[in-house]
């Protein structure tokens, strides 16, 4: 049944944007990298459909960040790489946002 009001999302953008708040929380957590989350955080990225310049560059801001964890970076570039990460998650999510109609 759809909806009757123009202000409730769509189903795909609602699972778009739970989707990108799951992924969001994780990252705003990871203290540590380990190999099943990294594939479940990328799984979640890739679902959001085709590659875009967005999309790459959240993967590519999700790779740094795990990579400073990895190699045990200073803990400040280690979370400057999780707010650039978080930053990019914010932006991907903002820019898919279904139009209000008039």
């Known amino acids: 049944m ?3 009001t123009g202000d409730v999302a769509p189903w795909p953008w609602r699972d778009r944007l739970a989707a990108l708040g799951a992924l969001r929380r994780g990252v705003a957590a990871q203290s540590s990298v380990d190999a099943a989350d990294g594939v479940r ?3 979640i990225l ?3 459909g ?5 999309l790459l560059a959240a993967l590519d801001a ?5 990579r400073a964890i990895i190699e045990c970076d200073d803990p ?3 979370e400057a790489r999780r707010l650039n990460c978080l930053a ?3 932006r991907l999510a903002a820019n898919g946002q279904p139009r209000a109609s008039c």
């Open 46 to 48: 890739f679902s959001l």
């Open 88 to 90: 990019v998650l914010d």
């Open 2 to 4: 759809v909806p009757a």
């Open 50 to 54: 085709e590659p875009t310049g967005e």
């Open 62 to 66: 999700l790779d740094r960040f795990e």
């Open 76 to 78: 400040s570039a280690i």
């Open 41 to 43: 955080m990328r799984r």
